[in-house]
């Protein structure tokens, strides 16, 4: 091969690599819904005393055909509080269906024994775990002694913490956030932050200077004062999104929670159609690439 040709040939070789790399920024990443329940009416996983479970068909089997339907890959299964503490529905769906999704426990946090318990869960193949302070002084344990041990086994599990939490709460969190740096967070559902409270917000927003903290641009549906496709909602997702950027936020559908408001194929369609500020490359983040990148799926 000649000098010219062998340069030609490498020339042309460079190309097709670029080619190739465009090709691959282009193709679809896997649609991942970073947030769902399920739960079953079946006798072999009672549910727990007092809970309200609604009637109806809500079991992992409804949701696949769900998610078969509207081209969703993977799901982030969140355990129920209808089932509490015991996570044995949610246990056996991951043992049955191990490609498709990955799980979220549920423990006591205000149980010692709390961090063993999630090492155990841990061992049996949950990916993380979800706290959940309610704002009045019945959740004033996210403050208390036993969240430094709880947040330290979760750091050293390497799954992340999930956390249901009003947005007034999350000044609690702070000295957690400082004491375990190496810890990815996620705060779901935008912190329930009403639309109509940027001072709230800026709670949220404050807390993009942690860089393993990841939020969840949900509950559009339920925080909005306006019709579909909620604007005023949408508004505050630019503002998280200004703060954040792409890459820690996450799509998810929170069903079968509130179906009332919005069924699980129009809440994909927010993140699939709308919010205009996302770049393709960005809708593909919120739609799965941070949720893969927060979960690991196979």
């Not at 149980?111 to 002084?137: C, I, K, N, W, Y």
């Not at 939490?165 to 935008?190: C, S």
Request: net charge positive; aromatic share 10%; hydrophobic share 45%.
């Amino acid at each position: 091969m000649t000098r010219r040709a062998m340069l030609r040939f490498s020339a042309l070789a460079a190309v097709g690599t670029q080619v190739l790399a465009a090709e691959q920024r282009r193709a679809p990443s896997r649609c991942i819904d970073s947030h769902v329940h399920v739960w079953a009416h079946d006798g072999r996983f009672p549910f727990a005393a007092g809970a309200k479970v609604p009637e109806g068909n809500f079991s992992v089997e409804r949701l696949i055909e769900l998610m078969r339907a509207n081209r969703v890959d993977r799901t982030v299964l969140i355990q129920v509080i209808h089932y509490q503490w015991d996570n044995r529905y949610l246990l056996d769906v991951l043992r049955r269906y191990p490609r498709l999704f990955r799980g979220v426990c549920r423990v006591n946090p205000e149980d010692p024994a709390a961090p063993d318990m999630l090492a155990h869960l841990t061992e049996q193949g949950f990916r993380g775990v979800r706290l959940s302070p309610a704002a009045g002084p019945e959740g004033d344990w996210i403050r208390g002694p036993l969240m430094r041990p709880l947040w330290k086994r979760c750091a050293a599990l390497r799954v992340p913490m999930t956390l249901l939490i009003p947005v007034t709460r999350l000044p609690d969190i702070v000295p957690l956030l400082d004491a375990h740096p190496e810890l990815t967070v996620v705060i779901d559902h935008m912190a329930d932050c009403p639309v109509n409270r940027p001072d709230l917000l800026r709670l949220l927003l404050d807390l993009a200077r942690y860089p393993r903290l990841f939020v969840k641009i949900t509950h559009l549906w339920s925080l909005s004062r306006e019709r579909y496709p909620y604007p005023d909602a949408e508004e505050q997702v630019k503002r998280i999104y200004d703060a954040f950027g792409a890459d820690r936020l996450m799509a998810g559908t929170d069903w079968p929670i509130r179906l009332e408001l919005l069924d699980y194929a129009g809440r994909l369609s927010l993140y699939r159609e709308h919010m205009k500020f996302f770049t393709p490359a960005e809708r593909r983040m919120i739609l799965g690439g941070t949720a893969e990148r927060v979960w690991a799926f196979a």
